[in-house]
């Protein structure tokens, strides 16, 4: 058995590890990257009252059917993606825990129309938080983040982040938010980020 | 002091901040609040630089961003920037500027020959002269561009930074004057997220160059400081000042620019220096006030002639005096303006030459009451003084206006301040295609509708002219913005002050001189091109009529300036020759940007390593470890080969590629496009996107496939493996992964909606490492837990197992013609499955092979790659790949493919090649020609699309794109190449040139 510490994430060869600090900062900006997520990417019919009972069965947690919103519980985040798509994240899990909720799902979507397909090997998590974390995201990314129009901590959205497709996830009103980009992407945006924000004073910390 | 022209006290100069400062080398003194306009003149300098065309001296005419002359090259190299205006400049501390028209220097300057020779430069000149003949245009090109002088771009790259940033608000504000700041004011007090943006460093507009302006009982100076602490306690406006709003496109979408640090002598090394802010607002209100027009009389180009509200900007805020005896000429009240603040500054006013028969307005009335010398019906014929004013001759105007009376009477003086009555500021409102409409009464164009949802004008920039009309508009006009976005109004009523106007005017677009117009003297419309009034009539006579193309052939309103001042009196002057009205004549369009912006801005930090993304492979960091070269595949950025002991490209890819058939090699394969598909019509999807047969795959079985697109052109090719009984893994090439994955989608969102079939794109979750050559079973067995017989895993078949201790995906695939097997793990895990996969193949002298290996080793069996052999103009017939064709299904692209064309014999068609000498490479992109010719042009049949040198032929090998290929076999052809060479080939019979039954594989 290969052991587990042997896995990378993303950004392992930055060694992040190394100059990140813990303790408090007087930075706009807190970055951090949140190695090795969990995530399912869920396909299925939301009007199917079987595939919304099943996923709540699975998951404890209710499918979000309003755009651009996400449920969370129990560790687990449920991001709506799109009418029939979804994406189920983890954090801090062990290291087959993402094929294990998948083969939950799957189970429990046996004989319905759905598709699960495990995705976080493919992602990187970021973590954006800080008084300037809105300021850095609108350098690069279209949408308004602002909480009148965004709504605030449960919301998530898909959208460009500079030149990197992103899926983004506010997890706090202070403002904190989670960044999924695709793994290749991750050390372009990582490099981005810091570029953006220099000008807030941008801390790297420990996630 | 600084500068000699200083005032003690007053303005909003910093009188105990001295800045100190060059132009054209030499060292003067500024105030911290000036501009280097305001700095020069302060100490005594009106002349900045020669003109465009004919070099004549010319001086700071405005105090704003209308300015035609004042342009200057700030800096050393290499933040050197050229075009400034030394208007918007804000002094910093070390500032160095030149004028930047003038050559060998500004006093002397040999262009003023131009001047001498004008009667030779006439309208449209450039384009009677030198478009003929047309090859010599590069040459006369290179001379007009170094005589028309404007400015030199810095030579070394730009060492500053900028920013972009997006930004949304529900109200955008543009213009930090009284409208401005009351409208600000009102909807940012009902609730609404507010943006004002100003050009300037200081809030406040026209108010700042004006004295005696009391608003709600209060000096302005403190309505407009309380209004600023208001703003920047409401939480949800934000003020940016220095930011200048350059473009106004669809959709409520605007074009700032903000000037970080350019008046820091020492900016903080983390600050951008400009950001560009794209702005997205649901409503806006143009608060952009409004710019004075100069009057159009002779040799108005005069060093020392400006505009009235310049001087008094220059006497109030700046705290100078722009001369010591001045004439005021006007045809409206607010030039009285200048004269009643020019003499409280102890300036003397030798007279106010004012065209109007009997002098009125308020102003006029005040001027009268303290005893101002007014000559009513006059006007100035005449300016004396080259590079500074010294005398003007004023005379009587005839009643028409059209002609002088009486024997002009000349004044001594060394400024001349001119009003011709205001332009409101509606470039933005236009640039959103806003239509204009006239107003007679104080002779301007005024925002009429507005194109586009959600846009108001207000204050000067609406025509309404008076401080207290400003105010209310500006505080309904918020309001009004605010409660569109659904915020109820505040109930604040709107600030008060006196309403005063400028009327009465007498609307004289061009002032009669002594001598017929073009003779002795010039009227100069704009300063900036030299345009004069004759030259607009010149373009008349013969025959332009379209104010556009008036525009064109006199360059009237063009450059830097975009004819800010000059516009309006060009139409006026055209109406009155045409005689029709302005209105009928219309103005030229407006265009963003409202002033020039820096390039910089738009690359903001796109620039260097963040230009475009590097996409990296979870093995990256082996691959830099082991001293890889890499190519750009896409955005991906894949080992290209490995170099070792010094060996060159050639050696190191012949190394790898034999290493891969002796014995065994390793490829980082994780970029090429993996899409996982599911569900109970997957078979069926898969069926009509391939071009063969694919409902009767058995789980664990792959398959390689053709995709077209509807035209019948080769989109993509990959291998589909069934994984389950609803459940397929298709793996697209590297570049095409993103397109096909679109093009899955929009057949199955759009043409087939029934199939139940869910794609994702999985191309990321695995690593990808391919084990190719002989010994690659016998390293997968060391290391995995699959059975790898042939009976059990044999060719084009597909396994789950461990490998390296880790969940793998196993598929016996080849794009080498070797026993091959491409291993797909958790990405996580790629460093330590390729790493434990190097280490333990040590023994059988596993060799990392690189992108280049890959494509010699694929060609040396005629496998082709898409993008490569094809070009989206190539079918599978033309591949020779009918076998991949099913005859009895339909797919996507099917009904082209029976199109006549299709079956044409001499399409061009994949043929092997090989050279006569088989030491010569042909290069890739080589024509191919049946008979040399001794020059081009020559029939050409096709093109070489893959060469490479193959150690395992033991010779060159290629294929190529031939009209009517599949029947060349056996001929010659011959690629005559650049250099001068030729190279004899021979169309091979095949273009499988290694193990051509596959033994290998099995």
Same mark, same amino acid.
């Given at each position: 058995?290969?052991?587990?510490?042997?896995?990378?994430?993303?950004?392992?060869?930055?060694?992040?590890?190394?100059?990140?600090?813990?303790?408090?900062?007087?930075?706009?900006?807190?970055?951090?990257?949140?190695?090795?997520?969990?995530?399912?990417?869920?396909?299925?019919?939301? %009007?199917?009252?079987?595939?919304?009972?099943?996923?709540?069965?699975?998951?404890?947690?209710? !499918?979000?059917?309003?755009?651009?919103?996400?449920?969370?519980?129990?560790?687990?985040?449920?991001?709506?993606?799109?009418?029939?798509?979804?994406?189920?994240?983890?954090?801090?899990?062990?290291?087959?825990?993402?094929?294990? !909720?998948?083969?939950?799902?799957?189970?429990?979507?046996?004989?319905?129309?759905?598709?699960?397909?495990?995705?976080?090997?493919?992602?990187?998590?970021?973590?954006?938080?800080?008084?300037?974390?809105?300021?850095?995201?609108?350098?690069?990314?279209?949408?308004?983040?602002?909480?009148?129009?965004? %709504?605030?901590? %449960?919301?998530?959205?898909?959208?460009?982040?500079?030149?990197?497709?992103?899926?983004?996830?506010?997890?706090?009103?202070?403002?904190?938010?989670?960044?999924?980009?695709?793994?290749?992407?991750?050390?372009?945006?990582?490099?981005?980020?810091?570029?953006?924000?220099?000008?807030? %004073?941008?801390?790297?910390?420990?996630? | 002091?600084?500068? @000699?022209?200083?005032?003690?006290?007053?303005?909003?100069?910093?009188?105990?901040?001295?800045?100190?400062?060059?132009?054209?080398?030499? +060292?003067?003194?500024?105030? *911290?609040?000036?501009?280097?306009?305001?700095?020069? =003149?302060?100490?005594?300098?009106?002349?900045?630089?020669?003109?465009?065309?004919?070099?004549?001296?010319?001086?700071?005419?405005?105090?704003?961003?209308?300015?035609?002359?004042?342009?200057?090259?700030?800096?050393?190299?290499?933040?050197?920037?050229?075009?400034?205006?030394?208007?918007?400049?804000? /002094?910093?501390?070390?500032?160095?500027?030149?004028?930047?028209?003038?050559?060998?220097? /500004?006093?002397?300057?040999?262009?003023?020959?131009?001047?001498?020779?004008?009667?030779?430069?006439?309208?449209?000149?450039?384009?009677?002269?030198?478009?003929?003949?047309?090859?010599?245009?590069? &040459?006369?090109?290179?001379?007009? @561009?170094?005589?028309?002088?404007?400015?030199?771009?810095?030579?070394?790259?730009?060492?500053?930074?900028?920013?972009? &940033?997006?930004?949304?608000?529900?109200?955008?504000?543009?213009?930090?004057?009284?409208?401005?700041?009351?409208?600000?004011?009102?909807?940012?007090?009902?609730?609404?997220?507010?943006?004002?943006?100003?050009?300037?460093?200081?809030?406040?507009?026209?108010?700042?160059?004006?004295?005696?302006?009391?608003?709600?009982?209060?000096?302005?100076?403190?309505?407009?400081?309380?209004?600023? *602490?208001?703003?920047?306690?409401?939480?949800?406006?934000?003020?940016?000042?220095?930011?200048?709003?350059?473009?106004?496109?669809?959709?409520?979408?605007?074009?700032?620019?903000?000037?970080?640090?350019?008046?820091?002598?020492?900016?903080?090394?983390?600050?951008?220096?400009?950001?560009?802010?794209?702005?997205?607002?649901?409503?806006?209100?143009?608060?952009?006030?409004?710019?004075?027009?100069?009057?159009?009389?002779?040799?108005?180009?005069?060093?020392?002639?400006?505009?009235?509200?310049?001087?008094?900007?220059?006497?109030?805020?700046?705290?100078?005096?722009?001369?010591?005896?001045?004439?005021?000429?006007?045809?409206?009240?607010?030039?009285?303006?200048?004269?009643?603040?020019?003499?409280?500054?102890?300036?003397?006013?030798?007279?106010?030459?004012?065209?109007?028969?009997?002098?009125?307005?308020?102003?006029?009335?005040?001027?009268?009451?303290?005893?101002?010398?007014?000559?009513?019906?006059?006007?100035?014929?005449?300016?004396?003084?080259?590079?500074?004013?010294?005398?003007?001759?004023?005379?009587?105007?005839?009643?028409?206006?059209?002609?002088?009376?009486?024997?002009?009477?000349? #004044?001594?003086?060394?400024?001349?301040?001119?009003?011709?009555?205001?332009?409101?500021?509606?470039?933005?409102?236009?640039?959103?295609?806003?239509?204009?409409?006239?107003?007679?009464?104080?002779?301007?164009?005024?925002?009429?509708?507005?194109?586009?949802?959600?846009?108001?004008?207000? $204050?000067?920039?609406?025509? @309404?002219?008076?401080?207290?009309?400003?105010?209310?508009?500006?505080?309904?006009?918020?309001?009004?913005?605010?409660?569109?976005?659904?915020?109820?109004?505040?109930?604040?009523? *709107?600030?008060?002050?006196?309403?005063?106007?400028?009327?009465?005017?007498?609307?004289?677009?061009?002032?009669?001189?002594?001598?017929?117009?073009?003779?002795?003297?010039?009227?100069?419309?704009?300063?900036?091109?030299?345009?004069?009034?004759?030259?607009?009539?010149?373009?008349?006579?013969?025959?332009?009529?379209?104010?556009?193309?008036?525009?064109?052939?006199?360059?009237?309103?063009?450059?830097?300036?975009?004819?800010?001042?000059?516009?309006?009196?060009?139409?006026?002057?055209? *109406?009155?020759?045409?005689?029709?009205?302005?209105?009928?004549?219309?103005?030229? &369009?407006?265009?963003?940007?409202?002033?020039?912006? +820096?390039?910089?801005?738009?690359?903001?930090?796109?620039?260097?390593?963040?230009?475009?993304?590097?996409?990296?492979?979870?093995?990256?960091?082996?691959?830099?470890?082991?001293?890889? =070269?890499?190519?750009?595949?896409?955005?991906?950025?894949?080992?290209?080969?490995?170099?070792?002991?010094?060996?060159?490209?050639?050696?190191?890819?012949?190394?790898?590629?034999?290493?891969?058939?002796?014995?065994? $090699?390793?490829?980082?394969?994780? +970029? =090429?496009?993996?899409?996982?598909?599911?569900?109970?019509?997957?078979?069926?999807?898969?069926?009509?996107?391939? &071009?063969?047969?694919?409902?009767? /795959?058995?789980?664990?079985?792959?398959?390689?496939?053709?995709?077209?697109?509807?035209?019948?052109?080769?989109?993509?090719?990959?291998?589909?493996?069934?994984?389950?009984?609803?459940?397929?893994?298709?793996?697209?090439?590297?570049?095409?992964?993103?397109?096909?994955?679109?093009?899955?989608?929009?057949?199955?969102?759009?043409?087939?909606?029934?199939?139940?079939?869910?794609?994702?794109?999985?191309?990321?979750?695995?690593?990808?490492? +391919?084990?190719?050559?002989?010994?690659?079973?016998?390293?997968?067995?060391?290391?995995?837990?699959?059975?790898?017989?042939?009976?059990?895993?044999?060719?084009?078949?597909?396994?789950?197992?461990?490998?390296?201790?880790?969940?793998?995906?196993?598929?016996?695939?080849?794009?080498?013609?070797?026993?091959?097997?491409?291993?797909?793990?958790?990405?996580?895990?790629?460093?330590?499955?390729?790493?434990?996969?190097?280490?333990?193949?040590?023994?059988?002298? #596993?060799?990392?092979?690189?992108?280049?290996?890959?494509?010699?080793?694929?060609?040396?069996? $005629?496998?082709?790659?898409?993008?490569?052999?094809?070009?989206?103009?190539?079918?599978?017939?033309?591949?020779?790949?009918?076998?991949?064709?099913?005859?009895?299904?339909?797919?996507?692209?099917?009904?082209?493919?029976?199109?006549?064309?299709?079956?044409?014999?001499?399409?061009?068609?994949?043929?092997? =090649?090989?050279?006569?000498?088989?030491?010569?490479?042909?290069?890739?992109?080589?024509?191919?020609?049946?008979?040399?010719?001794?020059?081009?042009?020559?029939?050409?049949?096709?093109?070489?699309?893959?060469?490479?040198?193959?150690?395992?032929?033991?010779?060159?090998?290629?294929?190529?794109?031939?009209?009517?290929?599949?029947?060349?076999?056996?001929?010659?052809?011959?690629?005559? /190449?650049?250099?001068?060479?030729?190279?004899?080939?021979?169309?091979?019979?095949?273009?499988?040139?290694?193990?051509?039954?596959?033994?290998?594989?099995?």
């Amino acid at each position: 058995m290969i052991e587990t510490y042997l896995r990378q994430s993303a950004l392992d060869h930055l060694g992040l590890a190394g100059h990140s600090t813990a303790a408090p900062t007087e930075a706009g900006v807190q970055l951090s990257e949140k190695p090795l997520p969990v995530a399912v990417n869920l396909r299925g019919d939301s %009007g199917d009252a079987a595939f919304v009972e099943a996923v709540r069965e699975a998951l404890g947690l209710a !499918l979000p059917t309003l755009p651009n919103t996400a449920t969370t519980g129990e560790g687990l985040a449920l991001l709506w993606l799109g009418p029939d798509e979804w994406l189920a994240m983890q954090h801090d899990a062990a290291a087959f825990a993402e094929a294990q !909720l998948a083969t939950k799902l799957r189970k429990a979507l046996d004989g319905l129309h759905a598709a699960v397909t495990e995705m976080g090997e493919s992602l990187c998590c970021l973590s954006l938080a800080g008084a300037q974390a809105r300021a850095v995201l609108a350098k690069g990314c279209p949408l308004d983040l602002h909480p009148r129009a965004f %709504g605030g901590s %449960g919301h998530c959205a898909q959208s460009l982040l500079a030149k990197a497709a992103v899926t983004l996830l506010q997890v706090s009103d202070a403002p904190a938010f989670e960044l999924y980009v695709r793994r290749s992407f991750a050390d372009y945006l990582w490099r981005w980020l810091e570029d953006a924000a220099r000008e807030y %004073g941008v801390a790297v910390v420990r996630p | 002091m600084a500068g @000699r022209m200083r005032l003690p006290q007053g303005g909003f100069v910093a009188h105990d901040e001295l800045l100190t400062f060059t132009f054209n080398g030499k +060292t003067y003194k500024g105030l *911290a609040g000036d501009t280097l306009a305001s700095a020069l =003149l302060a100490n005594g300098i009106h002349m900045v630089g020669r003109s465009f065309k004919y070099h004549r001296p010319r001086g700071i005419v405005s105090a704003g961003g209308e300015e035609p002359n004042a342009l200057m090259q700030v800096g050393d190299d290499p933040r050197s920037e050229p075009n400034l205006k030394a208007t918007q400049v804000e /002094l910093v501390d070390g500032l160095k500027a030149k004028s930047q028209n003038a050559w060998p220097s /500004l006093e002397f300057d040999v262009g003023a020959l131009n001047g001498l020779a004008s009667r030779f430069l006439p309208a449209g000149f450039y384009y009677k002269t030198f478009m003929w003949p047309a090859s010599a245009w590069m &040459t006369y090109e290179h001379f007009i @561009r170094r005589a028309a002088g404007l400015g030199v771009s810095p030579r070394q790259r730009d060492p500053d930074r900028y920013d972009k &940033t997006f930004a949304h608000c529900d109200v955008l504000v543009v213009g930090g004057g009284p409208a401005g700041l009351a409208a600000a004011l009102s909807a940012g007090r009902a609730g609404a997220r507010v943006i004002l943006a100003e050009q300037d460093h200081l809030l406040g507009g026209a108010l700042l160059n004006t004295q005696g302006e009391v608003i709600d009982g209060q000096p302005a100076r403190d309505w407009i400081a309380a209004a600023e *602490a208001e703003l920047a306690a409401l939480p949800e406006v934000r003020v940016l000042k220095r930011t200048i709003c350059y473009a106004a496109f669809d959709h409520n979408f605007f074009g700032l620019v903000e000037s970080v640090t350019d008046h820091l002598p020492r900016p903080p090394e983390n600050l951008p220096r400009k950001r560009l802010w794209k702005l997205r607002t649901k409503q806006v209100v143009y608060c952009a006030g409004a710019i004075e027009r100069p009057l159009v009389f002779a040799d108005n180009d005069r060093p020392g002639v400006m505009t009235a509200s310049a001087v008094q900007s220059y006497v109030n805020r700046y705290a100078l005096r722009p001369g010591r005896r001045a004439v005021v000429f006007t045809n409206n009240d607010s030039g009285y303006g200048a004269a009643l603040d020019m003499k409280a500054a102890g300036i003397e006013v030798a007279a106010v030459v004012d065209a109007r028969q009997v002098p009125a307005g308020p102003l006029t009335e005040r001027a009268t009451a303290l005893g101002l010398r007014i000559l009513g019906g006059f006007a100035i014929v005449a300016v004396e003084g080259a590079r500074r004013v010294k005398r003007v001759r004023v005379a009587e105007l005839s009643l028409d206006g059209k002609t002088v009376t009486g024997v002009p009477e000349a #004044i001594d003086c060394d400024l001349v301040a001119s009003s011709g009555g205001w332009n409101p500021t509606v470039h933005l409102f236009c640039q959103a295609k806003g239509k204009l409409r006239w107003d007679d009464e104080h002779a301007c164009f005024l925002p009429d509708a507005a194109m586009q949802t959600g846009q108001q004008s207000a $204050g000067a920039a609406n025509g @309404r002219f008076g401080l207290g009309s400003c105010l209310r508009e500006g505080t309904e006009a918020g309001a009004a913005a605010a409660a569109a976005c659904g915020f109820a109004p505040s109930d604040t009523a *709107a600030s008060q002050a006196e309403d005063r106007d400028f009327l009465p005017g007498r609307w004289i677009w061009l002032v009669p001189g002594e001598h017929p117009l073009g003779h002795k003297a010039k009227h100069f419309v704009d300063q900036q091109n030299d345009v004069t009034a004759a030259d607009l009539k010149l373009a008349l006579r013969e025959g332009y009529r379209s104010i556009e193309h008036v525009k064109r052939y006199t360059t009237t309103g063009m450059a830097t300036d975009q004819g800010k001042m000059g516009n309006v009196n060009a139409i006026g002057i055209v *109406a009155d020759e045409v005689g029709g009205h302005l209105p009928e004549v219309g103005v030229t &369009t407006f265009r963003p940007p409202y002033t020039p912006v +820096t390039f910089g801005v738009f690359a903001g930090r796109d620039v260097d390593n963040l230009l475009d993304p590097v996409r990296r492979t979870p093995m990256h960091a082996w691959h830099e470890r082991n001293g890889a =070269l890499f190519e750009d595949v896409g955005q991906w950025r894949r080992a290209w080969y490995y170099p070792q002991h010094g060996e060159d490209m050639h050696a190191a890819v012949n190394r790898e590629v034999k290493a891969v058939r002796d014995s065994l $090699g390793i490829l980082d394969a994780t +970029t =090429l496009g993996k899409i996982d598909i599911q569900g109970p019509d997957a078979a069926e999807f898969l069926n009509r996107v391939y &071009t063969n047969a694919w409902l009767k /795959l058995g789980i664990g079985r792959c398959r390689y496939g053709l995709m077209l697109k509807e035209d019948g052109m080769v989109m993509d090719d990959g291998v589909t493996t069934r994984l389950g009984e609803k459940h397929y893994l298709m793996t697209t090439t590297t570049g095409n992964a993103a397109a096909v994955l679109g093009h899955l989608e929009d057949y199955l969102q759009t043409e087939w909606p029934d199939l139940q079939v869910y794609l994702t794109s999985v191309t990321e979750q695995f690593a990808t490492m +391919t084990l190719s050559g002989p010994s690659a079973r016998r390293l997968l067995a060391d290391v995995s837990d699959a059975d790898l017989s042939p009976e059990a895993l044999p060719h084009m078949a597909y396994t789950a197992a461990k490998v390296a201790g880790v969940p793998a995906r196993i598929f016996r695939i080849s794009f080498t013609g070797e026993l091959s097997y491409e291993i797909n793990v958790p990405a996580s895990f790629g460093m330590a499955v390729w790493q434990t996969l190097t280490t333990a193949g040590e023994r059988y002298g #596993i060799t990392p092979y690189g992108t280049e290996a890959m494509h010699v080793l694929r060609a040396e069996k $005629g496998y082709i790659i898409v993008g490569q052999e094809t070009d989206g103009s190539v079918t599978p017939h033309d591949l020779g790949m009918d076998w991949a064709v099913s005859k009895t299904k339909d797919f996507v692209g099917r009904r082209s493919l029976s199109r006549e064309d299709m079956a044409r014999p001499d399409r061009k068609q994949l043929v092997g =090649l090989l050279t006569k000498d088989p030491k010569e490479v042909l290069p890739e992109g080589a024509q191919l020609v049946e008979k040399v010719l001794p020059q081009p042009p020559m029939p050409m049949l096709g093109h070489v699309t893959s060469s490479y040198h193959s150690p395992n032929c033991g010779r060159s090998i290629a294929m190529a794109l031939v009209k009517g290929g599949l029947a060349r076999k056996g001929e010659t052809l011959f690629a005559p /190449l650049g250099d001068g060479r030729t190279i004899a080939c021979v169309v091979a019979d095949t273009c499988v040139f290694f193990d051509p039954e596959g033994e290998r594989l099995k």
